[in-house]
């Protein structure tokens, strides 16, 4: 396939994996940890142990999905270049920094930093992993 058309699909699954962050949040947000895990862990260090649960909960099905996408676009993308890769995550940081902006002033913005971020940059670096490696493939 040319560079214009993985671009293109490279792009239409970011806006299809934009729209499955939504509601695997909204899925990962829903499940329920038990208090007897999530307590001793919580009383020391309440900040990691938040930042590991929403890792868990929805960090890793996003990598899942991200995976799933870049295996296609791996699969189309003869050329090996690592622009479809970047293209397929653009939609998802530009839907999410929206959401950030409009949902107003949180109460404690450090701390939504901090359990939130850990997902963002475990993200941005399986991201840059095919990057790199695509990049590599290609000089070899």
Known sequence: MDRVKITMLAIFLGVLYAYLSVYII????AVAIPASILTPVAKAYPTFAFAMVDLI?????????????????????????????LALLVPFFIQHIYLFV????????????ATIMPR?????????????????????
């Open 26 to 29: 909204g899925i990962g947000a």
């Open 57 to 85: 909960t929805i960090g890793f099905p996003l990598l899942i999905v991200y995976f799933l996408f870049v295996l296609i676009v791996k699969y189309f993308n003869s050329s090996n270049s690592y622009f479809p890769y």
């Open 102 to 113: 409009i949902m107003g002033q949180p109460q404690d913005l450090a701390y939504t930093l």
């Open 120 to 140: 963002y940059i475990a993200i941005l670096l399986f991201a840059l992993y095919f990057v790199k490696r695509a990049v590599n493939h290609a000089k070899a």
